[in-house]
């Protein structure tokens, strides 16, 4: 096999996977990380969750809950600036991850509330941006 095929094997492997092991500075695993479709942003969960050990068809356990406030706009940023006070709109991700899929629970703020999508392949260039997730008590 020459190097474009082992590179092209690489990205098929790559291509399969639903999530990405995330590794503390000293080389120790952290947790995992995963794309979220409804929030469209990277999720992820520490080693304090149950993992079925399965990278294309992860299941994890409790349900993650991430929290936080939206990104404001180009145009509320203007605003502020020019001395407007604009609230924070808060955002909730929650939901089960099992076989490979996202069960968005009714208490999302976004669109994908309620419905059950198949994790997306990992975009491994996103992999390594900040994520916001928040233990939601074992629930």
Request: glycine fraction near 8%; aromatic fraction near 6%; include cysteine.
């Amino acid at each position: 096999m020459n190097e474009r095929d082992q590179e092209d094997e690489a990205l098929i492997a790559v291509d399969s996977l639903r999530i990405v092991k995330i590794l503390n500075q000293d080389g120790s695993h952290y947790g995992w990380a995963f794309e979220c479709p409804g929030c469209d942003r990277n999720h992820h969960v520490t080693t304090g969750w149950t993992f079925n050990g399965d990278e294309v068809r992860p299941t994890f356990s409790p349900s993650v809950l991430v929290q936080g406030v939206e990104d404001i706009t180009d145009d509320e940023a203007d605003r502020i600036l020019a001395g407007e006070q604009i609230p924070p709109r808060p955002y909730v991700c929650h939901s089960f991850v099992a076989d490979g899929r996202i069960q968005y629970l009714g208490d999302c703020t976004h669109a994908m509330a309620g419905t059950t999508v198949d994790l997306p392949a990992v975009d491994v260039r996103r992999s390594t941006q900040a994520t916001e997730t928040v233990p939601n008590n074992r629930q």
